[in-house]
């Protein structure tokens, strides 16, 4: 029986564990987006993970959704560089998230311009920036000829993150950013080649990540997927559909790994398996991953869940959250049973080393 704690390769890396941390924004970033030199301390100090995701970061300047790091300047570089020397100075591996936030951002992020979207549909809530809370705008529908430039946008991201050591990339493709936003029936509703059936709303992800594959190697490449999810006011339709015309192209590239979120329909994620030849990272929840009425977030991922879906073979690698940001030593405290830190909700977003590099590992 597979172990949380079994060796694993993926790739082309040699992972010590099966525990991937998952990417979560802290904002420890200046107001240019660069990372601060704190964030290579947070991330080496977590280095004994199988695999580190980094940070959402904006693959280009119309592609920032809040306080979160870019990958879209010489300064981007330099910062992620300080990041990723840290990690592999510590033994770890660490792929950087490439997210473009399309309609859930605000002018006052972008220099003044408007959000770009699959198409002109406004979010129902509020844009999250820890200045406050602004009602959303409506966003500008990208031509064809626009579409196709955000695809250049990420590709080129993707040899930023290479060029500053990243092991690899990871395109966001869940939770309601840009290029889950074309699967949605609600906020996709183009009849060029990027709009209608399932396959069309699949394509933007689909040319993305072959970009990104030839811009950088497939083995370089992951991508992360949220079936079933309604996070930023998503309806994805007939989610069977999407993801079957979705995972085949995806496997024809020979990505990395494809990166499940859960929310609460395992079902989905037995379809993705089946359809999936290489490495599943999976984030395992038997609910919402945010609950749809109180927006209370589910619990954090524990070793419970973790041996659920190893046990099930659904997964070969299990992504942790929460849990890593009061645990720096995640996997030596699951594998000895010792007891773990608590998060302090009050130092998560964003500010310096309190609640963020300051919890304490085991002797």
């Known amino acids: 029986?597979?172990?949380?704690?079994?060796?694993?390769?993926?790739?082309?890396?040699?992972?010590?564990?099966?525990?991937?941390?998952?990417?979560?924004?802290?904002?420890?970033?200046?107001?240019?987006?660069?990372?601060?030199?704190?964030?290579?301390?947070?991330y080496a100090?977590?280095?004994?993970?199988?695999?580190?995701?980094?940070?959402?970061?904006?693959?280009?300047?119309?592609?920032?959704?809040?306080?979160?790091?870019?990958?879209?300047t010489p300064d981007h570089v330099e910062?992620?560089?300080?990041?990723?020397?840290?990690?592999?100075?510590?033994?770890?591996?660490?792929?950087?998230?490439?997210?473009?936030?399309?309609?859930?951002?605000?002018?006052?992020?972008?220099?003044g311009e408007l959000p770009i979207a699959p198409s002109a549909v406004?979010?129902?809530?509020?844009?999250?920036?820890?200045?406050?809370?602004?009602?959303?705008?409506?966003?500008?529908a990208l031509t064809t000829a626009g579409v196709e430039e955000v695809v250049r946008e990420f590709a080129e991201a993707a040899r930023r993150a290479v060029l500053a050591g990243a092991d690899g990339?990871?395109?966001?493709?869940?939770?309601?950013?840009?290029?889950?936003?074309?699967?949605?029936?609600?906020t996709?509703?183009?009849?060029?080649?990027?709009?209608g059936s399932p396959a069309a709303r699949a394509r933007m992800a689909i040319e993305t990540a072959t970009a990104c594959a030839q811009a950088v190697g497939a083995h370089r490449v992951g991508i992360r997927l949220s079936p079933g999810n309604i996070f930023n006011d998503m309806d994805e339709g007939d989610t069977p559909a999407l993801y079957e015309a979705l995972l085949p192209a995806l496997a024809r590239l020979g990505l990395a790994y494809v990166h499940v979120v859960e929310n609460?329909?395992?079902?989905?994620?037995?379809?993705?398996?089946?359809?999936?030849?290489?490495?599943?990272?999976?984030?395992?929840?038997?609910?919402?991953?945010?609950?749809?009425?109180?927006?209370?977030?589910?619990?954090?991922?524990g070793l419970a869940a973790a041996r659920e879906v190893l046990d099930e073979q659904l997964a070969d690698l299990v992504s942790f959250g929460r849990h890593f940001i009061a645990n720096p030593d995640l996997p030596r405290r699951l594998a000895e049973g010792a007891p773990l830190n608590e998060v302090d909700p009050a130092t998560l977003y964003p500010g310096h080393a309190a609640g963020y590099t300051d919890y304490p590992a085991l002797p």
């Open 169 to 186: 990339v990871e395109l966001q493709g869940a939770n309601g950013y840009l290029l889950h936003q074309f699967m949605g029936v609600n």
């Open 79 to 111: 910062g992620w560089r300080r990041v990723t020397r840290a990690v592999h100075l510590g033994g770890g591996r660490i792929f950087v998230q490439l997210q473009h936030a399309g309609r859930i951002s605000h002018p006052d992020l972008l220099d």
């Open 264 to 301: 609460g329909d395992r079902e989905y994620t037995r379809l993705l398996r089946k359809l999936w030849p290489y490495t599943m990272i999976v984030s395992p929840r038997h609910g919402p991953m945010v609950h749809p009425t109180t927006g209370r977030f589910a619990e954090p991922v």
């Open 1 to 42: 029986m597979t172990s949380l704690f079994d060796s694993t390769t993926m790739a082309g890396l040699s992972l010590p564990n099966r525990l991937a941390m998952a990417p979560m924004n802290r904002g420890r970033v200046d107001d240019e987006g660069v990372p601060s030199p704190l964030m290579a301390t947070y």
């Open 122 to 140: 406004r979010p129902p809530d509020a844009v999250l920036e820890y200045e406050g809370r602004k009602p959303f705008e409506v966003p500008r």
């Open 188 to 195: 996709n509703l183009r009849t060029d080649r990027y709009g």
């Open 45 to 72: 100090q977590r280095a004994s993970a199988g695999l580190l995701i980094s940070d959402s970061s904006y693959p280009a300047p119309l592609g920032r959704g809040y306080r979160m790091p870019g990958m879209c």
